[in-house]
């Protein structure tokens, strides 16, 4: 069955650490792979999307990779702060082409204590 | 740009109630998406329409409904409540398909008592 999976449901890091989450799927075939924020009550918001053919995306203190024959992505932040905490979400493109929406993972909630 | 915007921000309903979302999209952006959360299920798509078409239809029983108007809005229904309906309804645009990047509204929350 197609599946995917973000392997912690929570994760508690100290302020300056790096964060590191994973999101790990199954007999998908993804073009692409999104990675979202969401804070409590409020809508997700994008991040960043990492394309099969890229190994690594960076903006700022975010890292994304994408191992398209392990079927996973990673997503970092560097240097993290409490206003990191949040939940972070994956999605991918089930077909690869943009035209079937977008399956999320249930996402990891990142806490960042000082 | 004007993000997207959804009303009513909560609802409590009771059972058998009937209710109606409402989502603004991103000026120019024509593919409107609908997904229920909650805690145990995470992000569950309902429906996507372009062009005032339903495109897409997620899982989801026939009590769901949605329509998009030729401005882009759109609206869900839901008909007889049920407890499990509780959840944040969460609107998403895009400029024309539902795999791109998702542009969420704030959600509206729905309280089925």
């Known amino acids: 069955s197609q599946k995917i999976e973000q392997n912690s449901e929570a994760l508690n890091i100290q302020e300056g650490k790096t964060a590191t989450l994973t999101c790990n799927y199954t007999?998908?075939?993804?073009?692409?792979l999104q990675w979202y924020r969401q804070d409590p009550g409020r809508g997700p918001v994008f991040l960043l999307l990492?394309?099969?053919?890229?190994k690594e995306k960076r903006k700022e203190r975010l890292k994304v990779t994408f191992d398209t024959t392990l079927k996973q992505s990673l997503f970092h932040i560097t240097a993290s702060q409490p206003a990191d905490s949040a939940t972070y979400l994956c999605?991918?493109?089930?077909?690869?082409?943009?035209?079937?929406?977008?399956?999320f993972g249930k996402g990891t909630r990142l806490s960042v204590i000082a | 740009k004007a993000g997207v915007t959804q009303t009513p921000r909560y609802l409590i309903k009771t059972r058998g109630q009937q209710v109606t979302l409402s989502c603004s999209p991103i000026?120019?952006?024509?593919?409107v998406s609908w997904y229920q959360q909650t805690p145990g299920q995470g992000l569950q798509f309902l429906f996507e329409y372009f062009s005032e078409t339903q495109r897409n239809k997620g899982n989801f029983p026939g009590r769901f409904s949605g329509r998009q108007f030729s401005n882009s809005r759109s609206e869900m229904n839901v008909s007889t409540l049920e407890l499990g309906d509780s959840a944040l309804y969460l609107c998403?645009?895009?400029?024309?398909?539902?795999?791109?990047?998702?542009?969420f509204g704030p959600g509206t929350r729905l309280l089925v008592l």
């Open positions: 000026s120019g952006h024509r593919s």
């Open positions: 998403a645009s895009s400029k024309d398909r539902p795999g791109e990047t998702q542009y």
């Open positions: 007999n998908y075939s993804p073009a692409y």
């Open positions: 990492i394309r099969e053919n890229e």
């Open positions: 999605a991918l493109d089930p077909l690869g082409g943009g035209n079937t929406p977008l399956v």
